[in-house]
């Protein structure tokens, strides 16, 4: 009887190394080739973003870079899933600052909280905010992670719809833990 159970547990642990050593050789194949990273300097930070991604324009008075996934671009020529980095001076404590940023989500439906707490961007102590919106019928997810340098407010906001957040939320991670301020 243990040498079947020996057997039966050998089998098993055969059979999970076979599909996870498949599964590597299928994530090695996929095709990355004609996908570049690109550089964006503009109001004191750097970020790299990959080629399938483009540069785009917000209507946010305080945006200094967005970039828009290229093929998230609707026929009005605006991205669905983008990153946007905003600057402005902050008024007061930045902590308070920030968080009264989403004190008015509280009193408006369209908006709901996921998550808030602190993160860090390098070596700076940032605030993160997770949250949904849905105006006009759009669902959206959004991750925006707040940093302060020079009594400037940095934040950068990744914005998707929710059946696409998941799928992009990498590329926002990425720039945000390579961003360089200068």
Request: with cysteine.
């Amino acid at each position: 009887m243990k040498n079947n159970v020996k057997k039966s547990i050998l089998i098993i642990l055969i059979s999970l190394f076979i599909i996870s050593a498949a599964s590597c050789v299928s994530a090695e194949n996929e095709d990355n080739s004609d996908i570049s990273m690109l550089t964006l300097s503009k109001g004191g930070l750097v970020i790299h973003y990959p080629s399938s991604w483009g540069y785009s324009e917000s209507d946010s008075e305080h945006s200094i870079m967005a970039i828009s996934k290229l093929d998230s671009i609707d026929s009005a020529g605006v991205g669905q899933v983008n990153i946007n980095i905003e600057k402005k001076p902050v008024e007061g404590e930045f902590y308070s600052f920030v968080n009264s940023t989403y004190e008015d989500m509280k009193y408006d439906s369209s908006y709901k909280l996921v998550s808030s707490g602190g993160v860090m961007v390098g070596n700076i102590a940032a605030v993160e905010y997770i949250y949904t919106s849905n105006h006009d019928g759009v669902e959206k997810e959004h991750k925006a992670v707040w940093f302060e340098k020079g009594g400037q407010a940095y934040v950068m906001l990744y914005s998707a719809p929710i059946n696409e957040f998941e799928e992009s939320l990498y590329i926002f991670d990425y720039m945000l833990n390579d961003i360089q301020i200068t």
